[in-house]
């Protein structure tokens, strides 16, 4: 795939004075079976006594610029505690070769093998590979660790799944996510837009990008097209594979992060060595004191793990609890927390015995109460959810859930002594609906004596896969059902004089796309449960973590916005009925790197909807993206927008882009212009 134009070795882009002491990086190409070159770049020890274990971060994010920032502050920590610290850009992404298919693709994880491979085969490797990542890079993690590579002895998945139908950014509970089956989609169609670095693949680069272009499709139509769990959602699930884990598996992950469950999961289902962390953080690496903290030295207790599973060293990482947790005081409702406060406990296995299942039935929590409950909540439910993935930013959390409240069915449980719960509350209602197709969403909310509401944790499910997220049974009109409403797990202290709630809504937009058709749902309460994980032991477990330590951060410059926006926004048009949720994701706006290069990043989400019509839910993203210096520059513009009637998902994306090869004088020149317009049937969701 070499162009002839493109260097066969070079120099890392970046700011090599930032390394820390004795510590080397340089860049160079893994060659592919079929003969594509992945980017790669290798952070070493400079003087290393013989060969060293090696670390592999693997993403389509862009290690030339997007992610260096990040990638500064622990590839060189790992090298300078002497591994050989590797990033490698995904074919298609950054300045790799080849083109980018799909998410977690079987082209994706072949690549990956190949890489394990030539790490473990280089002169200056021991052989002993381990892997690491948030999110992307800690689902293919797991996806290669299922797949049992030889030279892969140890991972660390950080804010990851196992299920990529029922807990990623496509379903929840077997209900499209509207919030980010659009916004993630919308995001990846632009990132997979962006082009080649010309310092890295050479002079040729315009046309490497532009087929690059050609070649990109936005994914969203395809996710929608399986709506049910199938071979697709199948492929890339660790969780259909996991006897075949046996490399040791370090699985982190927050309560602030919708992927927390995977954790739970992994500590109790793998026959690999396994140990689980989740603290209060959002999707963020939790050394980065991001809100909300308190932060741990993560980077020391990765070190742990890899000193035991790829040097043979006894760091006393089989002695930890199996699941160490941290368990949030409860706190007025904010969309920001700087840090929560809490404790840390540990469980020396999951299930733990210190946690007993206490189930009361719904009408208890109604004093009694023993009548039907009627739900049919409008259709703006939801505008109060907060973002589905936080990072840290000042609106990313739910606010005072009081709004919400009112717009559901609610049971209060009194609090007359505190007790902590950690685990997954699981709400079991039995129901009849006027309508074939429904959807719930329960709520878990800590309601404070001043009659604030503090959202601690809920779940959703499409009544469809009540009995299974592989198949569809619609509900029949009047017939009573039994809905299980599994919760994602939480770790949260009730104090006494509050009130835990549970509440209950037919709708939840945007987290849960609506049916076509508004059911209305009525919940008998007498049949109904509630099933709380209360964690029994008060005690100091003695769970204890350092202060964070990472490597200088690359020495980039904010760009602040020419016409800033606020971050979100929730407008309400009386006249019409819509209600208009606005955001800014917030993924790192304009900066300017070291080595001059200047890159923009604009975008805006929006979510519409009006209260009484459930076909107005209208989901739209919009990204506007820039690289330029002197001598070059590359900019480009992408659109995308889901809609929905009762029989179809209709989805429309456009991208523009322009490039200039040459000094300012030279012109811009447009590189392509496409629209995709794609109508998907309803089948479940």
């Known amino acids: 795939m070499n162009d002839g134009t493109a260097p066969a070795t070079f120099t890392a882009i970046g700011d090599p004075g930032s390394l820390p002491d004795g510590v080397t990086v340089r860049d160079e190409w893994i060659p592919m079976p079929d003969g594509v070159r992945l980017h790669t770049r290798i952070w070493s020890p400079v003087s290393p006594d013989g060969p060293v274990p090696v670390l592999l971060e693997y993403l389509p994010y862009r290690l030339?610029?997007?992610?260096?920032?990040?990638?500064?502050?622990?590839?060189?920590?790992?090298?300078?505690?002497?591994?050989?610290?590797?990033?490698?850009?995904?074919?298609?992404?950054?300045?790799?070769?080849?083109?980018?298919?799909?998410?977690?693709?079987?082209?994706?994880?072949?690549?990956?093998?190949?890489?394990?491979?030539?790490?473990?085969?280089?002169?200056?490797?021991?052989?002993?590979?381990?892997?690491?990542?948030?999110?992307?890079?800690?689902?293919?993690?797991?996806?290669?660790?299922?797949?049992?590579?030889?030279?892969?002895?140890?991972?660390?998945?950080?804010?990851?799944?196992?299920?990529?139908?029922?807990?990623?950014?496509?379903?929840?509970?077997g209900a499209v996510l509207g919030i980010d089956m659009a916004a993630w989609g919308a995001t990846m169609f632009a990132f997979n837009s962006r082009p080649p670095r010309p310092e890295v693949v050479g002079s040729a680069w315009v046309d490497r990008w532009r087929e690059?272009?050609?070649?990109?499709?936005?994914?969203?139509?395809?996710?929608?097209?399986?709506?049910?769990?199938?071979?697709?959602?199948?492929?890339?699930?660790?969780?259909?594979?996991?006897g075949n884990i046996s490399a040791a598996v370090l699985a982190v992950g927050g309560w602030a992060d919708p992927y927390r469950d995977a954790v739970l999961r992994l500590v109790s289902d793998l026959d690999a060595p396994v140990k689980g962390i989740v603290g209060p953080w959002s999707h963020q690496y939790p050394d980065r004191e991001l809100a909300p903290g308190p932060s741990i030295g993560f980077l020391q207790e990765t070190l742990r793990w890899w000193d035991r599973w790829l040097r043979g060293v006894d760091t006393g990482v089989e002695d930890d609890p199996a699941l160490?947790?941290?368990?949030?005081?409860?706190?007025?409702?904010?969309?920001?927390?700087?840090?929560?406060?809490?404790?840390?406990?540990?469980?020396?296995?999951?299930?733990?015995?210190t946690t007993h299942r206490r189930a009361l039935p719904l009408a208890t929590l109604r004093g009694g109460e023993d009548g039907p409950v009627v739900v049919r909540s409008p259709q703006h439910t939801g505008a109060d959810a907060?973002?589905?993935?936080?990072?840290?930013?000042?609106?990313?959390?739910?606010?005072?859930?009081?709004?919400?409240?009112?717009?559901?069915?609610?049971?209060?449980?009194?609090?007359?002594?505190?007790?902590?719960?950690?685990?997954?509350?699981?709400?079991?209602?039995?129901?009849?609906?006027?309508q074939p197709r429904a959807t719930l969403t329960v709520r878990l909310c800590d309601v404070a004596p001043d009659g604030s509401s503090t959202l601690v944790t809920r779940g959703v499910l499409n009544?469809?896969?009540?009995?299974?997220?592989?198949?569809?049974?619609?509900?029949?009109?009047?017939?009573?059902?039994?809905?299980?409403?599994?919760?994602?797990?939480?770790?949260?202290?009730?104090?006494?004089?509050?009130?835990?709630?549970?509440?209950?809504?037919?709708?939840?937009?945007?987290?849960?796309?609506?049916?076509?058709v508004e059911a209305t749902v009525t919940i008998d309460p007498t049949a109904s449960e509630v099933c709380l994980p209360v964690w029994t032991r008060d005690t100091d477990d003695g769970v204890r973590f350092e202060e964070p330590e990472r490597s200088a951060p690359l020495a980039i410059e904010r760009v602040a916005p020419a016409e800033p926006l606020p971050q979100r926004t929730v407008t309400h048009d009386v006249e019409t009925g819509e209600w208009t949720l606005d955001v800014d994701p917030g993924y790192g706006g304009g900066r300017v790197y070291p080595d001059g290069l200047v890159f923009t990043e604009d975008a805006r989400e929006?979510?519409?909807?009006?209260?009484?019509?459930?076909?107005?839910?209208?989901?739209?993203?919009?990204?506007?993206?820039?690289?330029?210096?002197?001598?070059?520059?590359?900019?480009?513009?992408?659109?995308?927008?889901?809609?929905?009637?009762a029989d179809a998902f209709h989805v429309v994306n456009t991208v523009r882009a322009w490039a200039r090869d040459g000094g300012p004088d030279v012109p811009e020149v447009l590189v392509t212009e496409q629209t995709f317009v794609d109508d998907v049937p309803r089948t479940s969701a």
């Open 64 to 173: 030339d610029d997007w992610t260096g920032p990040r990638d500064s502050e622990r590839h060189p920590w790992y090298a300078q505690h002497g591994y050989a610290s590797v990033r490698v850009d995904i074919r298609g992404s950054g300045s790799s070769d080849g083109l980018f298919d799909d998410e977690y693709s079987e082209q994706e994880l072949r690549d990956g093998e190949a890489v394990i491979a030539w790490l473990a085969a280089q002169e200056w490797s021991t052989g002993a590979v381990g892997m690491f990542g948030i999110s992307w890079g800690g689902f293919n993690a797991l996806q290669l660790a299922a797949r049992a590579p030889a030279a892969l002895k140890a991972i660390v998945t950080v804010c990851s799944t196992d299920d990529r139908y029922d807990n990623d950014v496509h379903y929840v509970g």
């Open 324 to 353: 160490r947790a941290w368990i949030n005081e409860g706190e007025a409702p904010a969309t920001y927390y700087p840090s929560r406060r809490g404790r840390w406990v540990g469980a020396e296995a999951w299930p733990s015995t």
């Open 463 to 516: 009544a469809a896969k009540r009995d299974g997220m592989d198949r569809s049974d619609p509900l029949v009109p009047g017939e009573p059902a039994t809905l299980p409403v599994h919760l994602v797990a939480t770790g949260h202290r009730f104090a006494a004089g509050h009130r835990l709630r549970i509440a209950v809504s037919s709708s939840y937009w945007p987290w849960v796309w609506p049916h076509g």
């Open 212 to 242: 690059r272009l050609e070649s990109n499709r936005p994914m969203t139509p395809v996710w929608l097209s399986h709506q049910e769990r199938d071979d697709y959602w199948r492929h890339g699930s660790a969780t259909e594979d996991s």
């Open 606 to 645: 929006t979510y519409r909807i009006r209260s009484d019509d459930p076909t107005s839910a209208v989901a739209s993203s919009r990204w506007a993206i820039g690289l330029e210096k002197p001598d070059w520059s590359a900019r480009l513009e992408t659109s995308s927008e889901v809609s929905a009637d």
């Open 386 to 434: 907060g973002r589905f993935f936080p990072f840290g930013n000042a609106t990313d959390l739910p606010p005072d859930q009081r709004a919400e409240d009112g717009r559901s069915a609610c049971f209060d449980l009194p609090v007359g002594k505190a007790f902590d719960l950690l685990g997954n509350v699981v709400v079991t209602l039995s129901v009849t609906s006027d």
